[in-house]
């Protein structure tokens, strides 16, 4: 079992930066395909960004290549999307999810265990 806790959201203005922790429960963590998702209202959810447990492998959205970085700390249990260069099109709720598969899967419902949600608003 591994609990998901997001945090680091905000309102911040275009241009701006934030960095989102999703801080996990659990001896295994380091053993979990750790991904960023993002849902804007009145759209689909979307893969932003992961990375593999075991290779240690990032995947990017083409919409955030260059800007967004995912990385974890196994020794924290955390894992961060610092998010540079921001755009009003990244205002969304963004939620980590987990699962054991080596594969950072771009479909949501090959996700173990998900977080609550954390608002990123950027105005214009």
């Known amino acids: 079992q591994v609990q998901l806790v997001e945090s680091g959201g905000g309102l911040v203005q275009a241009g701006g930066s934030l960095r989102l922790s999703c801080a996990a429960s659990?001896?295994?963590?380091?053993?979990?395909?750790i991904s960023w998702f993002r849902q804007a209202p009145g759209k689909e959810r979307e893969l932003v960004a992961g990375?593999?447990?075991?290779?240690?492998?990032?995947y990017y959205a083409d919409s955030v290549k260059g800007r967004f970085t995912i990385s974890r700390d196994n020794a924290k249990n955390t894992v961060y999307l610092q998010m540079n260069s921001l755009k009003p099109e990244d205002t969304a709720v963004y939620y980590c999810?987990?699962?054991?598969?080596?594969?950072?899967?771009?479909?949501?419902?090959?996700?173990?265990?998900w977080g609550q949600g954390t608002q990123v608003t950027v105005s214009s």
């Open positions: 999810a987990a699962t054991k598969s080596i594969v950072i899967h771009t479909t949501g419902a090959l996700y173990d265990y």
């Open positions: 990375i593999s447990w075991s290779s240690g492998e990032a």
């Open positions: 659990g001896r295994t963590f380091s053993r979990y395909t």
